[in-house]
């Protein structure tokens, strides 16, 4: 094994993916024990699959570790003190979901315009009954926090005819013919103002922590839909289920939730105007794979000692 490129692999799971680490030094484990012998010489920390206290005892072991790639694109489950405030170069899988993600948001959209819950009542009933639909084309969708995520939703509802509207920390000095305008953070408001559909692709962090409550579904017009296809904490979710229960919004299309599981008997399962997925937008056949594939084109890279891709700002949290 090569000590200066070593890789301790942290994993719950014995993914089939994990057999294509054969060329890389490496050590899998599920339990800090399995790392002893390796962690003061490992330079590298894969988490797979493990969870944020495996991590945290793990990169306490690793005096030398100069990298931590994180098989997730959230990072809300990743990061802790001791790692944001080392040199330490973090990566993510971002990239890895977006295209999924994208396409949800986007049937989500359509799954509203044109009505496809009465559709299918309609017909498990043996109902007749034509009823006018909407076109999507022309219509506002607002864009919370325009990263990778968000732009592939632009890119789905620009195709479709719609005006995009993003909210974004600094706004791009060049051109983003996806869109049509940025706002800051603090001009959310405005932005929903103007959207008829709010998909929320923000990651979770301090600021963004229930950034969208009573106040924003307030500026919200009433036909309007939220999508929510970043984290659940980013919606104050008892905000969210009273503006759907009094009709203040048309509907909410949800991938992401504050607690999950979602409770049993949350209302939310209740509500005839939510498109509910359990988390699972971007549970595709391949995804795995592709992040595996993410994983060792990055240490490609490492290994040559060139810069790598994907690199996190610690401190924001993206």
Known sequence: MDIRKSVLVLARENDPQLTRLEKVPHITGSQATAFQGAASTASAILN???????????????????????????????????????????????????????EFALAA?????????????????????????????????????????GRAVATRAHATGMRVLATKRHAPQEDDPLIERYYSPEQLGKMMAHSDYVVVTAPLTKETRHMIGEPEFAAMKPKAVVINVGRGSVIDEEALVKALTSGRIKGAGLDVFEHEPLPAGHPLYRLKNVLLSPHCADNTPDWKDRAMDCFLRQYDRFAKDEPLENVVNKRLGY
């Open 48 to 102: 797979w699959s493990a969870s944020k206290e495996l991590l945290e005892a793990v990169f306490a072991m690793c005096p030398n570790v100069r990298w931590v790639h994180s098989r997730s694109a959230g990072l809300d489950s990743v990061l802790f003190p001791e790692l944001v405030q080392s040199d330490v170069i973090l990566t993510n899988g971002r990239g890895v979901f977006s295209a999924s993600l994208g």
């Open 109 to 149: 959209i359509l799954y509203f315009a044109k009505d496809f819950r009465r559709m299918i009542r309609n017909q498990s009933v043996g109902r007749w009954e034509p009823f006018d639909v909407q076109v999507v084309a022309g219509k506002t969708v607002g864009i919370v926090g325009y990263g990778d995520i």
